[in-house]
């Protein structure tokens, strides 16, 4: 398993272990020898013993199908429930660890793309969508693509004219959002069966976590300008995404 995925993986174990301590502390508050406490403290340890024990096994499911690099169906939402659940508490861990949440946000993405991967769909150009964000849009283009992309004028001054050119080579649908609300209103609106999304680590993560039981690929963008301002995106990797999609890994 690659150290980048590793980082996500090890801080779903400590978060995880971190969730189990609570048991002993919980058994704390209730250290009154009378029969109501220790009922009110056995419902509670089967409670929080099966729902450790399920996210347990969700952990291990996603470390399994990202070695056997094959999906286990009747795991797969378990593990994506773990793994949703269980995000929030290792950026905070990673925090106190002095792992940069950036980082973190890009080993939980390579997790969620090697699961994707394992999937191994198979699916028709038409069916899947690229989905932009606007900041890859040369900021002095005076023309709007947000709500027709068919507006670049092919210019060369970003990668919408390479990115329209790819959706076309594999017909793909391929859409520009300005903001999450907007991108799920796009997907909801054409309904596809897979997405290849394009953006930071922090809309991805959350896009990511949005999606539901839709397969999400995410491909970061570069921002050699900082954020949200002339941004760009590897053209190869955003193809390759797209034959994995396409022809199922």
Excluded: W
């Excluded at 969508?129 to 002095?140: F, G, K, V």
């Amino acid at each position: 398993m690659e150290s980048k995925k590793r980082i996500y993986i090890g801080l779903l174990l400590i978060s995880l272990a971190a969730l189990i301590i609570l048991i002993p502390v919980i058994g704390l508050l209730f250290r009154q020898n009378t029969q109501l406490s220790k009922v009110i403290l056995a419902i509670l340890a089967v409670i929080l013993g099966g729902f450790f024990l399920l996210l347990g096994l969700g952990i291990l499911a996603i470390v399994i199908m990202i070695i056997r690099s094959k999906t286990i169906p009747s795991l797969d939402n378990i593990a994506k429930l773990a793994s949703e659940l269980l995000f929030p508490l290792t950026l905070v861990i990673g925090k106190v660890l002095g792992i940069k949440a950036e980082k973190i946000r890009s080993s939980y993405i390579a997790v969620n793309n090697n699961l994707v991967k394992s999937k191994h769909i198979a699916l028709n150009g038409e069916q899947v969508m690229i989905l932009l964000p606007h900041c890859l849009q040369n900021t002095e283009c005076p023309h709007k693509i947000t709500m027709d992309i068919n507006n670049c004028k092919h210019c060369g001054k970003c990668c919408i004219s390479d990115l329209v050119e790819l959706s076309e080579k594999y017909s793909a649908m391929i859409k520009v959002a300005t903001g999450g609300t907007l991108a799920r209103k796009l997907i909801k609106e054409k309904r596809p069966a897979g997405v290849i999304a394009v953006a930071c680590e922090r809309d991805l993560s959350l896009g990511i976590q949005d999606s539901g039981s839709l397969p999400v690929y995410g491909v970061l963008n570069c921002r050699p300008n900082g954020p949200c301002c002339n941004t760009s995106v590897d053209i190869e990797k955003v193809e390759q995404a797209l034959i994995m999609m396409c022809k199922g890994g």
